[in-house]
């Protein structure tokens, strides 16, 4: 299929793609903080920039990007600049790799999930991230992360 905008366009659109605060990641936020998790950092200066981070768990959320992150159920490759975005796609995933385990050393669980998760099932998304901070501490009659 033929890209329907021009090089110009494009580029434009590409480069107003959000890196943080993207839609499936405030319904993340919203959605947990509505269910009374509290305690959880965003913005944090840490490898791979995760996208929620509860510290005193250990507890790294990415929310992936289907097309970024290359999602083996949404994925699809553009169909111009197929080398570039080859290259580019396959970085990001390498880069994931790295960053896990970097996350892992560092002593934390990483959670990974694809937009369309977020999307779709917001409810599943919450008890994976409970599960975890449960696994690690989280008292379940208290459910504010931070401890109060």
């Known amino acids: 299929m033929v890209d329907v905008h021009t090089k110009e366009q494009r580029s434009y659109n590409m480069s107003m793609v959000k890196s943080k605060d993207t839609k499936p990641e405030l319904l993340l936020r919203k959605y947990i903080y509505s269910k009374g998790l509290r305690g ?3 913005n944090l200066k840490f490898p791979g920039k995760p996208d929620i981070v509860f510290t005193k768990f250990r507890v790294a959320i990415f929310v992936d990007g289907c097309f970024w992150h290359k999602c083996p159920l949404c994925f699809s490759m553009p169909k111009s600049n197929i080398e570039f975005w080859e290259e580019k796609i396959n970085k ?13 050393d560092m002593g934390y669980q ?10 779709k099932n917001l409810d599943e998304c919450y008890l994976v991230i409970l599960k975890a901070l449960q696994k690690r501490g989280l008292n379940i009659q208290n459910r504010t992360a931070g401890g109060k």
């Open 40 to 42: 959880y950092r965003v």
């Open 92 to 104: 990001n995933v390498e880069r994931d790799r790295k960053v896990n385990k970097e996350l892992l």
């Open 110 to 119: 990483v959670i990974r999930f694809w937009e369309h998760e977020i999307l």
